[in-house]
């Protein structure tokens, strides 16, 4: 089955429906952190404590890194698909625990398929919180990509709850060989004491009260129609912005072409550069770009490159119906 | 086994002071923008986007000191070189017949004991690279708030709703600002631009006044006075906070603003414009096209003007924003590596002079020090010590420095390359680079920064070489960054207490926003000064019919010392130009590409002509390639209360070159 179909599937039902498929292939668990401290991250930092782990680098899940228990500094890494790809041109191939954001998910997703990461060496947890994301409008995910997904939701009564989505397989995941041990990992949510498991009935309900929410988050092809501010951007003004930072390229976890890519012989010592600078550094993405937005963040100018971009790709979407970085399955169509 | 490490530190290049995340793998390095910094939020201009090839570049450098024997150079060790410049530095202890040339680009701490060394000599001897860029804005900011500093964070630039920009390409030369304005701009603001070139920043701008070099005084006056006029004015901050209102009343109101407005080519109605959108809540933000000036400091005051009368100081989202230009030149200014003050902007006096005898328990002179240009002008300069500068190619007519450089008796260069400069020394010191060391910086907002060592070296940090040196001389000064910043706490009054707070990244000495609870002055309150217009040292005649100015290109830093060795930015730029007006060249018979020589009265370079949207009758070269050193033709007319040069405006000429 080509999960296209589910692609082009949206609204409440849909996701209802998506989500009870879920259900059936994960455990869920509920989770009441320690109050005055975000949730997410108290969770992580006593599921995760002991292990190697690589996370992703906004202020969200920094701010995981400066607990005390953790032993590694997250602050400042570089973006998380970027640095497994460099790590692994290192020659540091070895198993991982990832964090890591939808977008960043996207971007391993698409590498993965791009054979320049190695799936089946990762396990991805995901974590979403509304406040986290700045772009959380533009942003779309497939919960089934994740191992685990953490997704912070606001309940009626008690202000924010963590949901804790697993995978039943990684679950039963082995440790030999010296690697690292995934189903430790993921029994330690369970046996954090504030955990508890739902039953299916009680998470449904809970679900409902989320649907907006979660609306907001499975963003696919579809939804990429509605009408929003794009309308608005002024592109001709935002290419006088460009300050040839280098950001762009560099920050962007697809674009792993560096020292040869071809963006940088355009408008040499020009600033701003003509305005083929960014058409061609879109062009070069073009089939691969999975709008993670790290372009828009590492930008001197502030110009929202990838939104931008979002227009084109809307209709290549459309028209081929590849969308990059989701669903393992759905390989490239330009190779 | 595999090591993975995170260095969170610092860029080296400009007073930005934005954070770099390292990451070690196995010995190789990943530099990428550090995320949770405040200061640039996971950007990087493009010159912090290619230092890791600043680091291969400096695998290739010199790797011990090295002695002048005749023609050649004699490798010593680093005690060695220690010793034979303790010796040199002690025979001219009595007549105080050296020079000390301290450096933005080295940390509070070395900078403190490069002062401190120099001074406990009995010479005030001391100055940096500020005395070549910001020397106007503590001579002129110091008089009228009180800190010759940037009143406010950089973020509040952002919140500003008219931003005024006066000498500065802020779009190529610092971004990271530059991003703040654009924030500003997408929420309404207006951007206001005076340059007389058309360059990226002058593109994204509402306004654009076009005006000659060295005009600025005519133009801030001529604002002013529209401000006064129209009653534009605050009132209230003036009664409560500003001295000096009446006098300066009478003085713009005797000013012509048809005169003003034709001495700096804006028109009334611009000039008009601008002061209804200054009155608002207004960043004046500026930087170099502003201080290098015989009448820098003129220039710095009439801005100060400017924002004091529509009150525009001592409260969020507007301020005066003096833009540094190296990473660390508001440290070294703080540490009194300056002339004229002691650290913690002490003015050098006798009184002063007793307090720093003691603190430091030694004999400490109460004169003002020679100013850098002084000191390449001066017979009595025997002997230099120069730390990470490289006046043979920054300082304004260059051929006079490097004169002076090739006669002094002993010249002791200490850099992390073999700088043009060097090729002058009689010894050479290379010295452990900012990824080689650790200590902090002082960025352009205050903030107080660390630097980490990523990079193990056996070179010595300039602090471990000056506390070498030291010893020699009987000072014992102590070698780590740590004992040293604990000192700086004690003796600086601004950074008292500051160590505790570096870690949480919001070590602003002064506080957040300065003057907030009245100013910094005698008498607590700002005060206005009246600032003529004086014309530029140089004018344009038949001889020399155009107006050169100098500047920088976004690809390249100062003298490229570091910028010009990576070749991603060299492959962007990496020879000199000269831009010229469409009409200039026309009248010229001149085509883009072609070489013409540029001449003035001091010297002459040849250059590639670059048509581009400058002035009429003004033409751009940047400074930093030094095959053809724009500063070979500067002019070294100084401002007489700061002792700036006036590096953006003298009179040149442009000739053809007959293909050769």
């Known amino acids: 089955m080509s999960s296209i179909s589910n692609v082009n599937n949206t609204g409440i039902n849909s996701i209802i429906e998506l989500f009870e498929r879920w259900l059936k292939s994960m455990k869920c668990v509920r989770y009441e952190g320690v109050s005055g401290e975000c949730k997410t991250v108290s969770l992580l930092r006593k599921a995760l404590s002991g292990f190697e782990v690589v996370t992703s680098t906004d202020g969200y899940t920094a701010s995981i890194v ?243 971009f979002q227009k084109v790709q809307r209709k290549y979407w459309r028209d081929t119906g590849f969308v990059p970085g989701i669903n393992y399955e759905l390989s490239p169509r330009m190779r | 086994m595999n090591s993975i490490r995170f260095v969170r530190t610092l860029c080296p290049y400009c007073g930005c002071g934005c954070g770099i995340t390292v990451c070690e793998i196995n010995g190789r390095y990943l530099i990428s923008p550090d995320k949770s910094n405040p200061v640039n939020a996971g950007k990087l201009c493009i010159k912090g986007r290619y230092l890791n090839q600043l680091l291969e570049a400096l695998k290739d450098r010199p790797k011990s000191p090295m002695i002048r024997r005749g023609e050649k150079f004699v490798e010593v060790s680093w005690r060695k070189a220690a010793e034979v410049l303790a010796r040199e530095l002690r025979r001219r202890r009595k007549d105080s017949s050296f020079g000390f040339v301290s450096s933005a680009k080295c940390t509070n701490e070395e900078n403190y004991l490069m002062q401190k060394l120099c001074r406990m000599l009995g010479s005030n001897n001391v100055d940096h690279c500020a005395r070549l860029c910001h020397a106007p804005t503590v001579s002129a900011l110091s008089r009228s708030l009180g800190s010759g500093a940037m009143t406010n964070p950089i973020d509040d630039i952002a919140k500003a709703d008219c931003i005024f920009v006066v000498g500065s390409n802020t779009f190529e030369q610092h971004p990271i600002v530059a991003t703040r304005i654009l924030t500003a701009k997408d929420r309404g603001a207006k951007l206001i631009v005076a340059d007389p070139r058309r360059n990226a920043t002058t593109r994204n701008a509402d306004l654009h006044l076009q005006l000659y070099p060295g005009t600025n005084v005519a133009l801030l006056n001529a604002i002013a006075k529209v401000v006064v ?57 500026y930087c170099m096209g502003l201080t290098q000036f015989s009448s820098g400091t003129d220039g710095v005051t009439a801005l100060a003007n400017l924002a004091l009368i529509t009150g525009n100081v001592g409260r969020e989202g507007c301020g005066i924003f003096p833009l540094r230009g190296q990473n660390n030149v508001q440290g070294a200014c703080d540490m009194g590596a300056l002339p004229e003050f002691f650290p913690g902007y002490a003015r050098v006096n006798e009184e002063n002079a007793k307090r720093f005898g003691e603190l430091w328990k030694a004999e400490i002179s109460g004169e003002k020090g020679l100013t850098l240009p002084e000191m390449f002008n001066s017979k009595e300069i025997e002997a230099m010590y120069i730390m990470g500068e490289n006046p043979a190619v920054s300082e304004a007519n260059c051929n006079k420095v490097r004169k002076k450089l090739s006669s002094l008796d002993f010249l002791a260069v200490q850099d992390i390359f073999f700088t043009e400069t060097a090729e002058f020394a009689d010894l050479f010191v290379p010295v452990a680079s900012w990824a080689e060391k650790e200590g902090t910086f002082t960025n352009t907002e205050r903030r107080v920064q660390r630097i980490r060592k990523f990079v193990n070296t056996n070179f010595p940090s300039d602090l471990e070489f000056i506390s070498e040196v030291s010893r020699f001389l009987g000072f014992n000064f102590p070698s780590t960054p740590a004992e040293v910043f604990s000192e700086i706490e004690k003796v600086v009054r601004q950074y008292r207490g500051l160590g505790e707070k570096i870690d949480s990244g919001e070590a602003f000495w002064g506080g957040k926003i300065l003057y907030s609870n009245g100013f910094s002055t005698p008498n607590g309150k700002a005060r206005l000064f009246k600032v003529e217009y004086r014309a530029p040292a140089e004018k344009p005649d038949e001889c020399y019919p ?112 007959e293909s050769e």
């Open chain 1, 66 to 308: 400066k607990g005390e228990a953790l032993k590694f500094d997250f602050s400042g890494n570089p973006n998380i698909a970027k640095f497994l790809y460099e790590l692994r041109t290192f020659g540091l191939n070895d198993q991982k625990v990832v964090l890591c954001r939808p977008c960043d998910a996207r971007a391993i997703v698409e590498l993965c398929k791009r054979n320049q990461l190695e799936r089946e060496k990762l396990v991805l947890i995901g974590v979403y919180s509304p406040e986290s994301c700045k772009r959380r409008d533009y942003c779309c995910v497939r919960f089934s990509d994740f191992d685990v997904f953490l997704f912070e939701v606001e309940a009626e009564s008690n202000g924010k709850i963590v949901l804790v989505f697993m995978k039943k397989y990684v679950c039963e995941a082995d440790g030999k060989d010296g690697k690292m041990d995934v189903r430790k990992v993921l029994s330690r949510f369970e046996e954090l004491e504030d955990a508890r498991v739902l039953e299916p009935e009680e998470f449904l309900k809970l679900l409902k009260s989320c649907i907006e929410e979660l609306e907001r988050v499975e963003r696919l092809l579809d939804s990429y129609d509605g009408s929003n501010s794009d309308e608005n951007l002024k592109i001709t003004s935002y290419f006088e912005r460009c300050m040839k930072c280098m950001g762009c390229v560099y920050e962007c976890p697809i674009c792993i072409c560096e020292d040869v890519c071809m963006v940088k012989g355009i408008g040499r010592g020009e600033v701003p550069p003509p305005p083929q600078f960014l058409i061609f550094r879109m062009l070069h993405v073009a089939d691969s770009c999975v709008n993670c937005g790290q372009c828009d963040d590492a930008c001197c100018a502030n110009i929202p490159i990838s939104r931008i």
């Open chain 2, 229 to 285: 006029e129209r009653g534009l004015y605050d009132e209230e901050f003036l009664s409560r906070n500003v001295s000096g209102f009446e006098d300066f009343l009478s003085f713009v109101s005797a000013l012509n603003i048809d005169d003003l407005s034709k001495t700096c080519g804006v028109k009334r109605e611009a000039i008009e414009r601008v002061a209804e959108l200054v009155s608002q809540r207004a960043a004046f933000v």
């Open chain 2, 546 to 657: 155009f107006i050169l100015t100098t500047g920088r290109v976004a690809f390249h830093f100062h003298t490229g010392t570091m910028s010009r060795k990576c070749n991603s930015l060299a492959e962007e730029v990496n020879s000199t130009f000269v831009e010229i007006s469409e009409r200039d060249s026309e009248r010229l018979g001149v085509k883009r590409g072609e070489v013409v020589r540029v001449v003035t009265r001091r010297g002459e370079i040849k250059a590639k002509v670059v048509v581009g949207g400058i002035k009429e009758g003004v033409i751009f070269l940047p400074f930093h390639f030094s095959e053809n050193p724009a500063n070979a033709l500067t002019s070294d007319a100084l401002d007489p209360l700061s002792g700036i040069p006036e590096l953006k405006v003298c009179a040149a000429r442009v000739e053809v070159v």
